[in-house]
């Protein structure tokens, strides 16, 4: 099937309603982040008349604005990476159409060509500092089928703040006569992590190294079930580890085929970081609401080096208990300086990781996990439940090695969206012991 060709029909933007909005500060977690987008697609199967096109494009950007009037800071934008103001200037919101069936176009779609579905260009750095914060475009396929595709700034969303805003923008959608949660402003990350007036230049600098890079990347997706998530489990259990996540068990067990991908292709075995971003809103005591906006993660960094011998084994148990390890460090001790709201532990984190991966021969790896957001496949704009949720894939230089682990809402099952270099990707995806538990399908779960 040749690619079917996206349509711009509309473009507009869409405003909070309230007037009288105050200034939002960034949180030092914010101000740290380098400014890109982060993309998600809700696919949605509908049969519609012409009439009912127009009816769910009034609905969706009326409620939209309803949203916009409790999460203001998303519609701003953020000025000298020290706050969000100017909220009239609102959200991009674009409509488009494609001459196809959405069956067709998910079954024969590559991951990297679903980014057409796109209001904005993702995985990337984006140095324009009055850029959106939001962008959101809304296609409609021949047969009435949706995409309703976001492009969410990282500058103030992390995945928690994503899916509080997308439950209460579709619980406006349909018409809830429930209580709708609001965001709470008042546990905003600003107002635990206080913004530094200035960021130093060299911190700066490591989070822009750090998150991108000029190689060349390719995105796949692999499926572990059930069965495959236990074992792996089993395999990483150890004395010092006796009741892994599923989270410990995927990331290590991905790390070591990557590592092991990576010394494939380029013949030399090199020092690797893995680096696991974690949400702290239920960590922190007192707990703080999901609702909190902003960016509340952390990043906790894994150092490894093999042995001298560049073909000795990788133990998975060791790669996971080394997750564990930092993980306890972090949450028993780490994590109560870093709540007392002391910088100077958050640059001196930087300093120590801009150590380790200055020689430039360092592997990093990036994780995040998705897999407490199960209501990602929940979200009913008022014609269902979506028939897929997908992260778009890397189509040119942008973010390092990474990999998103997201539910498939089906049968236990969890999908990891692996990103690496070209040469490692090929290497990983004919790795025979890694396709013993992952099932590379790129369509699948997707209809």
């Known amino acids: 099937m040749t690619m079917a060709e996206v349509h711009i029909i509309s473009t507009q933007t869409v405003k909070p309603s309230s007037k009288e909005l105050e200034p939002f500060k960034l949180s030092l977690l914010d101000q740290l982040i380098p400014p890109s987008y982060v993309p998600t697609i809700f696919f949605y199967t509908q049969t519609y008349s012409s009439s009912d096109t127009a009816q769910i494009s009034a609905q969706l950007k009326t409620s939209l604005s309803e949203t916009l009037n409790h999460f203001y800071p998303i519609s701003g934008r953020a000025r000298d990476n020290l706050f969000i103001d100017s909220y009239y200037e609102g959200v991009p919101y674009s409509e488009a159409r494609v001459k196809c069936c959405l069956s067709d176009y998910l079954q024969h779609v590559e991951i990297e060509e679903m980014n057409q579905l796109l209001p904005g260009e993702p995985f990337c750095y984006h140095p324009d500092p009055t850029a959106p914060l939001l962008a959101v475009r809304v296609t409609t396929f021949s047969c009435g089928g949706i995409a309703l595709a976001l492009c969410a700034s990282h500058k103030i969303f992390d995945a928690s703040t994503a899916y509080a805003f997308l439950r209460s923008w579709s619980d406006f959608s349909r018409g809830s006569k429930g209580e709708i949660p609001r965001p709470d402003l008042l546990t905003a990350s600003s107002q635990l992590f206080p913004p530094a007036q200035r ?196 189509v040119s230089p942008a973010y390092f090695n990474l990999t998103i682990f997201k539910e498939t809402g089906q049968n236990k099952s969890v999908e990891a969206w692996i990103t690496l270099e070209e040469a490692t990707m090929a290497k990983l995806e004919r790795d025979p012991e890694f396709l013993a538990f992952a099932s590379p399908n790129p369509h699948s779960h997707l209809v």
């Open 199 to 394: 960021i130093p230049p060299n911190a700066s600098s490591l989070m822009k190294r750090l998150w991108f890079n000029e190689a060349r990347r390719r995105t796949r997706i692999f499926v572990f079930d059930e069965k495959s998530i236990n074992s792996l489990k089993f395999i990483v259990k150890s004395k010092n580890l006796e009741h892994p996540t599923r989270f410990q068990a995927l990331t290590s067990f991905i790390w070591k085929h990557a590592m092991l991908a990576s010394r494939s292709a380029s013949g030399i075995s090199k020092p690797s970081v893995c680096i696991n971003s974690v949400n702290m809103r239920r960590r922190l005591e007192p707990q703080l609401p999901d609702y909190s906006i902003g960016n509340m993660s952390w990043d906790i960094v894994v150092p490894y080096t093999s042995a001298d011998d560049d073909d000795s084994p990788i133990e998975l148990q060791n790669l996971a208990y080394l997750m564990k390890e930092a993980m306890d460090t972090f949450y028993n001790h780490d994590l109560d300086i870093l709540r007392s709201g002391t910088k100077e532990y958050v640059f001196e984190s930087l300093n120590a990781l801009e150590k380790l991966v200055s020689g430039g021969d360092v592997q990093i790896f990036f994780f995040a996990s998705w897999l407490n957001f199960m209501g990602f496949h929940e979200l009913d704009f008022g014609w269902g439940v979506p028939c897929s949720h997908r992260v778009p894939g890397v």
